[in-house]
């Protein structure tokens, strides 16, 4: 007891570990609060294992967009991974240097560009997406395979029901 005493007295009040701070209640009581905070973690954990690739997530959700929807409109790339389009060309720049996607013009619009992965995107892809999914089920370690399947679906639900809001216009 003396000991603690002449410490706290030499360093001043000791500030508990982070792990014993508990966060407000009131928060936790908030989804968004809750979904914002577990996106950080899991965001955190992809954006590194793609990095570890010399890539980042924007370079992964194209060319993962591109391997699901296969060739685009640059434009509509764009707007399906909810990109600024001008962003949206530097990431391409990237992935194209690189030898992962294409760019062509659209036969049937001479005036936009089509992107479609090379050959090389498409293994490239497939290989990050098997190090997303390990990221993802590091990420998710203490869910059950269940428990992971429902949050997917509650979380998609909320997602479509953005979408279809947006689409009707408002």
């Given at each position: 007891m003396?000991?603690?005493?002449?410490?706290?007295?030499?360093?001043?009040p000791r500030t508990?570990?982070?792990?014993?701070?508990?966060?407000?209640?009131?928060?936790?009581?908030?989804?968004?609060?809750?979904?914002?905070h577990?996106a950080r973690?899991?965001?955190?954990a992809l954006?590194?294992e793609?990095?570890?690739h010399?890539?980042?997530?924007?370079?992964?959700?194209?060319?993962t967009?591109?391997?699901?929807?296969?060739?685009?409109?640059?434009?509509?790339?764009?707007?399906?991974?909810g990109?600024?389009?001008?962003?949206?060309?530097?990431?391409?720049?990237?992935?194209?240097?690189?030898g992962?996607?294409?760019?062509?013009?659209?036969?049937?619009?001479?005036?936009r560009?089509?992107?479609?992965?090379?050959?090389g995107g498409?293994?490239?892809q497939?290989?990050?997406?098997?190090?997303?999914?390990?990221?993802q089920?590091?990420?998710?370690?203490?869910?059950?395979?269940?428990e992971?399947?429902?949050?997917?679906?509650?979380l998609?639900?909320?997602?479509?029901?953005?979408d279809?809001?947006?689409?009707?216009?408002?």
């Amino acid at each position: 007891m003396l000991r603690s005493m002449n410490d706290a007295q030499e360093h001043g009040p000791r500030t508990p570990p982070a792990a014993t701070v508990s966060r407000p209640p009131s928060l936790l009581a908030l989804p968004s609060y809750l979904v914002s905070h577990v996106a950080r973690l899991g965001h955190d954990a992809l954006v590194a294992e793609v990095a570890d690739h010399g890539l980042r997530l924007p370079h992964f959700a194209a060319l993962t967009a591109l391997a699901d929807f296969g060739p685009l409109p640059q434009h509509a790339l764009a707007d399906r991974l909810g990109l600024n389009r001008s962003h949206l060309v530097g990431y391409l720049d990237t992935v194209e240097e690189r030898g992962l996607v294409r760019r062509t013009r659209d036969p049937a619009d001479r005036r936009r560009q089509l992107v479609e992965l090379t050959p090389g995107g498409a293994k490239e892809q497939r290989r990050l997406l098997a190090v997303a999914e390990r990221s993802q089920d590091a990420f998710l370690r203490d869910l059950s395979p269940a428990e992971r399947a429902t949050l997917s679906a509650l979380l998609r639900k909320v997602l479509d029901a953005d979408d279809d809001r947006a689409r009707a216009g408002g």
